[in-house]
């Protein structure tokens, strides 16, 4: 069996469309065109664009595959075959697919990305999301504030303590900033 894709971005990027056993990019598939160059399947081993690579010749098998940009936008289209030796199977059933465009009709990190999950039976379709998203930003944010503002001004009040009057206050400011940045750590 063959899936026939299409792929529609308004402006002149590389596209892609990715295969994923997890939803996540690492360990996945992927098929990226690039308007005036060959569209092909690509593994995506790592987040660098060394790591994003061609897959051999002998696994290129999509069929009608074409990447163009016209009327302002990039199309790319192709067919795939559903279940390849060694490949992600596209199922009837839920499948984890991935999205990403670049902002440039060159292979470079991408300008947008998601995930999401479509039952070809059915057609139902939901969008995957990192779970606990604003969790993890409010902790890069308090790592932040701990090892970015308030260490370096603990280890400021020491290096120019004879700025400081005298008494000791130096040390008071380092040792309650950082306080501060152990208990930021902590939390």
């Not at 969008?127 to 603990?154: D, S």
Request: include cysteine; hydrophobic fraction near 45%.
């Amino acid at each position: 069996c063959t899936i026939d894709m299409e792929l529609i971005y308004d402006g002149e990027a590389w596209v892609s469309i990715g295969f994923s056993l997890n939803g996540r990019m690492i360990g996945s598939e992927a098929v990226i065109g690039i308007p005036g160059s060959t569209t092909l399947k690509y593994n995506l081993n790592g987040y660098t664009d060394n790591l994003v690579q061609p897959m051999p010749q002998e696994q290129q098998t999509l069929t009608d595959a074409s990447t163009v940009f016209q009327n302002g936008q990039t199309i790319m289209k192709f067919t795939k075959i559903m279940k390849e030796p060694g490949e992600v199977e596209i199922l009837f059933g839920d499948n984890d697919f991935l999205w990403a465009h670049g902002s440039a009709p060159a292979l470079t990190y991408h300008a947008s990305r998601s995930a999401f999950v479509l039952n070809l039976s059915s057609g139902a379709a939901q969008e995957v999301t990192a779970p606990n998203k604003g969790l993890w930003l409010a902790h890069g944010v308090i790592l932040f504030l701990a090892w970015g503002v308030f260490v370096p001004f603990a280890v400021q009040a020491s290096l120019l303590r004879k700025l400081l009057p005298e008494g000791g206050i130096w040390f008071q400011i380092h040792r309650g900033l950082n306080t501060i940045s152990l208990a930021l750590f902590i939390a």
